[in-house]
């Protein structure tokens, strides 16, 4: 069996840990010894010894020894059966559901000949409705699956607050070398993320999600600035002003559709597909401390002057440089991408690999509507007041991953997450069966075949790299060699030439900005009051905002933010400044080295 590279959980979670770096200046106040956050690695102590015959664990879970595919593992002796999580998004409209698809058959049967444990992939929603609100329904209803995963930490808080999430400091300290492949992958950082010092539970373990995956890239039309002889902007003037061209010459750029123009497709998702048109009116010296206190709405809401970015899309909007339904349709609805694909949109803000995935089709469909001189460039016009292009990212993290006190197999549960987490089962699921789902290049790299071409309906993708079925980590390649990697990324999306794929994925990591990570312990008040509801009021302000005649922006703007704040957003505001001082002292600054 592989063996655990060295750290038992208690004596990692107890040891003095290095604080993280990051950028920003001090303080004149003598800075308080800070209780140490997890997120760096103490010294290893000597690595447990390999799980052998006569463990009181095998046979307390009904466990053998059994060697598969040339390596041991363990392997429950009688059939285990296990519930795991699977969203279903069918993208493709060959697509079955998930748990229908060869994907998920290969799953049951790679678990049952490997652990032999029996899965049922139970399909949640990813957005109709959101998976959260599912999840949430099935939590209360003591249904969840036994494996289960969202980016919702506030659900797993809010239901481990009730008796309804196991905790994970228990279940890590006696069964960690059950997960040799997953510790490998996460280490530590990741596995003890959500560490609360104070009570020591943990609720979930948080996967990786690497930097260029984290945030959104803005795409323009290449063409349309070929036509027009405009070079992409560099500035947010320039970039309004290639809007205003886009608008004023629709009939050239579009003929019979000019009334279809839209220069710039906002979504009702106004923090986020606004997102890198607002943040750069975030001063650049904020201070770690106002990034912690104001940083509890993953949409920036209310992040310093976020109010006059916006104030730039209500004018856009008003000068008709918007798509002028946007707040008319929610994230399920397909018109936001279809009028993409039909090629009325000259630019968008999106996931940096969005125009390029396959089973959205946004790039090849449109070039099927207009020409496959239809092409999109990542740019990034839009400094901040110190001149600085910052895209703001939260910490390396993905989906939170917990078992609900229901699971009652956690042996099982353990070892599902750890034959994720192999590097074979890793590549297989990105990619599927050579010559059906991919071919190999004479390096080596991966070119996945496009869903139209896949000829058995059963292996096509709902999502590219199937990671919502590979819900450890981030949907990057990581194999552990970066020119494989890279190359097998680039040749991911069928149809699109790589290099506009690396092109975007680069601007992700020049301009990456994630502040320090403050490791306080999340407020009663936010469990109290946060999400879903205040992020729903968010979104409401957001787009009242935008759409309010320009006279009118900044009441109907304030009289939203009053509203919020009156709600729980200065509650929780308040409880993060406090908690800020109670770990770091009355500092502005997370610690440095």
Known sequence: MKKLIALLFLVAAAAGLLVLSACGGGSDAPAPTPRPPVGVEATPTPPPAEIIDGDPRLHRHGLEIATVDGEEVLRFINTQPLTVAAWNRPAHERSPSISASNWGQWIRDEMLRVHNVAVTLVEIPRWEPPE??????????????????????????????????????PILAEYMDFIPNLYELYGMEMLTWNLNHDTGQN?????????????????????????LGIAPPTTLDEFERMLEAFRDNAELLLGADADQMVPFRLTEDVGWTGDLIFTPFIPDGITDRDWFVYGFDDRRFTQPN????????????????????????????PRGNDIIRLGFVGS???????????????????????????????????????????????QNTDRHIFFPV????VAASLLYLDWLARPSTRQFMMFGPEGITHTRTPDGAFMTIHNDDIEDDLWTFSIARNYDLLFIMGHSVVFGNPAQEAASLALGFPGIEPERVLASRQMNVNYLFRPARAVVPTPQAQLDFGSPGLNAEARAVLNRAVVAPIADFDAVFDEGMRGYLAMGGQQIIDARRAAWIAVYGDVDWVPRD
Request: net charge negative; no cysteine; aromatic share 12%.
């Open 203 to 227: 609720w979930a373990l948080t996967g990786p999600h690497p930097d260029a995956d984290l945030r959104n890239t803005t795409f323009v039309r290449e063409d349309w600035l070929n036509t």
């Open 132 to 169: 959260e609100q599912t999840l949430a329904a099935l939590l209360a209803a003591n249904n969840a699956p036994d494996v289960s995963y969202t980016f919702s930490m506030a659900t797993i808080d809010n239901f481990a607050d009730m008796g309804g999430v196991r905790d994970m400091s």
């Open 406 to 409: 229901t699971n009652n197999n």
């Open 348 to 394: 968008f803000s999106a996931g940096w690999d969005l125009p390029f995935r396959a089973a959205d089709g946004l790039t090849l469909h449109m070039q099927d509507n207009v020409g496959e001189e239809a092409n999109w460039i990542a740019i990034q016009p839009f400094p901040n007041d110190a001149g600085n292009r910052r895209q703001f990212v939260a």
């Open 306 to 333: 976020i109010k006059e970015g916006i104030r730039v899309l209500n004018r856009w909007f008003n000068n008709d440089l918007l798509w002028r339904d946007f707040s008319l349709h929610t994230g399920g609805d």
